[in-house]
């Protein structure tokens, strides 16, 4: 259960020294309590306390950390049932599955396909991380031969998936170096599965019938001293597996309850009877609250929709995205190209560069820093005014890559034109089309294009 700031502050050495950037400890006390300060910012706290406040200062639903290389990631973590109230920290992970007895070259193939689905957006590579390796009873050798070769040939993590303790032993000799997930402890194997984990320092999923039966398997996990687990309630019909996955994320921030404070596995790939229908599903539970999401396969057509959905829902909604000012070249532009300038938010950035690539005119972005506003906002908010942008213009350095001096400004941001040219007196000021959409035939027009 979490701690008050009163609690939290008699653990604290009072001392009012300062050294972690507020006046006292009670004001520190109050921002650990309310997740905006980091123990660590405070030296002097004693190991006893320490261990306290770290316990209590966790996140309700521990992180917990998958995979190894590019891919590697952390589910769980969340400290709020929505979004808006602060933000989403992992991203619901995705997974595909394949078969123990799948072929090596099919294996190959599949490989070399899913690897290729990663998408380039708002400046980040969106991907799925998982592939869950399914024991289909092709006994232990072809388990182990299949999760070494993904772990071996791919940047993919793995899940491996078997009830057989010898089976899962074997695939974890094979592959453990790539931390993979065991799936799964239930109740008839988790003293096994349990030791697996343990000597192998494994992340390690359960697997129960309902919600409750999950806190007596979670319990003995730990007391094991396994930590890194992920939960599974067995649910698979709809309504059933939305209910859990809301009823978890409840039961662990609002009621404190540590033995469901864990991440969630769910599986679309056996509750729908078609890839869209799969998909939706899969929707659904990156909305709420799935910590990974099981397929059947990926495809570009549903993965793509589904990385974005999971892209925006777990953006922090209180800080815009950005990219970095400076000065961007949009296909190789030259001295004689044109000069275009706009805010540094991140969505006007890709729709305009976007734009001005599909025109095939080579030009110059110039991104200036405008706290992730677009154009109208940061024009409306004083953040992208004309002094300014005339002065970012001129520390820019754009001037020693072209030999004109024409610039550009957003149709949106028009009436700044005049102090613009106030500030930059050489220059000629162009006002730009409103919509960017309209910029290839703008950029067109105006090389001769
Ligand atoms: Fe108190 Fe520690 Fe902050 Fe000093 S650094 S004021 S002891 S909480």
Redesign the pocket.
């Known amino acids: 259960m979490a701690l008050t700031g009163i609690q939290i502050f008699k653990l ?14 009670l004001a ?2 109050m921002n650990l309590a309310s997740g905006k300060a980091e123990l660590d ?5 004693s190991d006893e306390a320490r261990e306290k406040l770290a316990e209590a200062s966790a996140p309700p639903i521990r992180p917990v950390k998958l995979g190894k290389g590019v891919r590697q990631t952390t589910a769980g973590g969340e400290t709020v049932m929505y979004r808006h109230e602060k933000t989403f920290y992992n991203p619901t992970l995705l997974a595909a599955t394949v078969p123990s007895s799948i072929s090596d070259a099919d294996l190959t193939e599949r490989l070399k396909v899913w690897n290729a689905f990663q998408y380039e957006r708002v400046g980040l590579n969106l991907r799925p991380e998982l592939i869950a390796v399914k024991d289909d009873g092709a006994g232990a050798e072809p388990f182990a031969k299949v999760a070494k070769t993904i772990a071996e040939t791919s940047e993919f993590n793995l899940i491996l998936m078997s009830d057989d303790a010898d089976v899962m032993k074997a695939a974890v000799d094979a592959a453990g170096f790539k931390r993979p997930l065991i799936y799964a402890a239930t109740e008839s194997n988790i003293d096994a599965f349990g030791e697996i984990a343990k000597a192998a320092e494994l992340p390690i999923a359960v697997k129960a019938d309902g919600v409750e039966a999950l806190i007596p398997l979670t319990d003995k996990l730990v007391a094991m001293g396994v930590k890194d687990i992920v939960i599974d309630t067995g649910s698979r019909d709809l309504k059933g597996s939305f209910q859990d996955q809301v009823s978890i994320r409840r039961a662990a921030l609002k009621g404190g309850n540590r033995s469901l404070g864990f991440p969630t596995i769910t599986f679309p790939c056996e509750m729908a009877g078609n890839p869209d229908m799969e998909a939706l599903i899969a929707g659904m539970f990156i909305a709420k609250y799935g910590g990974i999401v099981v397929l059947s396969e990926f495809n570009t057509e549903t993965l793509f929709p589904l990385l974005l959905e999971r892209l925006n829902i777990f953006t922090d909604p209180q800080r815009p995205m950005t990219v970095t000012e400076g000065i961007y070249e949009i296909g190789n532009p030259d001295e004689n190209s044109p000069v275009m300038v706009t805010t540094n938010f991140a969505l006007t950035y890709f729709i305009v560069s976007g734009e001005a690539e599909g025109s095939r005119v080579p030009c110059w972005l110039l991104i200036k820093e405008a706290e992730g506003l677009s154009v109208l906002t940061a024009w409306a908010a004083g953040k992208f005014s004309g002094d300014d942008v005339g002065v970012f213009v001129k520390k820019s350095g754009i001037a020693d890559k072209i030999k004109h001096n024409e610039l550009i400004i957003p149709g949106y941001a028009a009436a700044i034109a005049g102090d613009v040219e106030e500030e930059l007196p050489d220059w000629n000021i162009t006002v730009g089309p409103r919509e960017a959409a309209h910029l290839p035939a703008f950029l067109k027009a105006k090389v001769g294009a």
Do not use: D, H, I, S
Not at 12 to 23: A, D, H, I, Q, Y
Not at 41 to 45: A, F, I, L
């Open positions: 604290l050495p009072k001392t009012n020294c300062k050294e972690c950037g507020v006046p006292t400890c520190f006390a910012n405070c030296p002097y706290v």
